[in-house]
Nanobody, 117 residues
Framework: VQLVESGGGLVQAGESLRLSCAAS????????LSWYRQVPGKQREFIAS???????DYANSVEGRFTVSRHNGKNTLDLQMNNLRPEDTAVYYC????????????WGQGTLVTVSS
């Protein structure tokens, strides 16, 4: 499974941005799709996830501002980011993870989001 993110860019604080992640090939059942982000020099951090059954989870830092959604028929994952802050500036990555046989983890190449103050 290959993942390709899109939608990154430069916005001002308070504005919105929508990221998308497209998976090539069929996603096996029970695959969780997630968003992570990374600032240079820091560890990659979890942002949001959605299971194949639609259960979502968010990091405290983005809950209430970001919304994750997946479209199983299209194998896509979106991240709607509202009220962006300068500290949201990072490279955002899409991840697919399946914890049962066949186990796999796949990452996208990342898309840069820059929020100016």
């Amino acid at each position: 499974v290959q993942l390709v993110e899109s939608g990154g860019g430069l916005v001002q604080a308070g504005e919105s941005l929508r990221l998308s992640c497209a998976a090539s090939g069929r996603l096996p059942g029970a695959t969780t799709l997630s968003w992570y982000r990374q600032v240079p020099g820091k560890q990659r951090e979890f942002i949001a996830s959605v299971t194949s059954g639609g259960i979502t989870d968010y990091a405290n830092s983005v809950e209430g501002r970001f919304t994750v959604s997946r479209h199983n028929g299209k194998n896509t994952l979106d991240l709607q980011m509202n009220n962006l802050r300068p500290e949201d500036t990072a490279v955002y990555y899409c991840k697919a993870r399946r914890n049962m046989t066949p186990v796999f983890t796949s990452w996208g190449q990342g898309t840069l989001v820059t929020v100016s103050s």
